[in-house]
Antibody, heavy 120, light 107 residues
Framework: EVQVLESGGGLVQPGGSLRLSCAASGSTFSSFAMSWVRQAPGKGLEWVSGISGSGDSTYYADSVRGRFTISRDSSKNALYLQMNSLRADDTAVYYC?????????????WGQGTLVTVSS | DIQMTQSPSSVSASVGDRVTITCRASQGISSWLAWYQQKPGKAPKSLIYTTSSLQGGVPSRFSGSGYGTDFTLTISSLQPEDFATYYCQQTNSFPLTFGGGTKVEIK
């Protein structure tokens, strides 16, 4: 059974930084792309960032490009999201998601989410 | 980027009803479409990938169809546990954009 578990959320001031982590178990980690998806309070799902199975290709939504960096460490079965220059509209629950294939594909497993609150 | 438009944004239905949700892509995506279900306060749950393939454990009352730009999710006989919000997502290319969601409410 695949399990995906996020950590690292919390309260941060506008302009600050935060690093989210995601631990994946139960699958051949480097064989699958991963993504971060967020959901602002009362809003729909928003795809944030994705990374290929090998980590050599990364992708970002326009809303976070230049501020967020996605990375993965296959030796630790871990996914990361470094978030800089945070703004109030980055406040959301952030979900780590395992994709079904090496690159662009559907999500098959979701984490439980970690809340990021950007506020002074 | 590919834009995804869902309709309706909400639907009221009764247990046993047939419910259909539509998703339209701004450009052709072949069969690269997924559907997710989300209940309040919970993580999304994966239902369908590549338009019509059910994820493991998903009841057969859920089905998907379509190709190119127009897709549908059908719940053949709505059950109490199906009241939730449903999202489509194009999986053709990054960024993997979502539709705005359809809330299925109790009539």
């Amino acid at each position: 059974e695949v399990q995906v578990l996020e950590s690292g959320g919390g309260l941060v001031q506008p302009g600050g930084s935060l690093r989210l982590s995601c631990a994946a178990s139960g699958s051949t980690f480097s064989s699958f792309a991963m993504s971060w998806v967020r959901q602002a309070p009362g809003k729909g799902l928003e795809w944030v960032s994705g990374i290929s199975g090998s980590g050599d290709s990364t992708y970002y939504a326009d809303s976070v490009r230049g501020r967020f960096t996605i990375s993965r460490d296959s030796s630790k079965n871990a996914l990361y999201l470094q978030m800089n220059s945070l703004r109030a509209d980055d406040t959301a629950v952030y979900y780590c998601a395992k994709l079904t294939a090496y690159s662009a594909s559907a999500v098959d497993y979701w984490g439980q989410g970690t809340l990021v609150t950007v506020s002074s | 980027d590919i834009q995804m438009t869902q309709s309706p944004s909400s639907v009221s239905a009764s247990v046993g009803d047939r419910v259909t949700i539509t998703c339209r892509a701004s450009q052709g995506i072949s069969s690269w479409l997924a559907w997710y279900q989300q209940k309040p306060g919970k993580a999304p749950k994966s239902l369908i990938y590549t338009t019509s393939s059910l994820q493991g454990g998903v009841p057969s009352r859920f089905s998907g169809s379509g190709y190119g730009t127009d897709f549908t999710l059908t719940i053949s006989s709505l059950q109490p546990e199906d009241f939730a919000t449903y999202y489509c997502q194009q999986t053709n290319s990054f960024p993997l954009t979502f539709g705005g969601g359809t809330k299925v409410e109790i009539k």
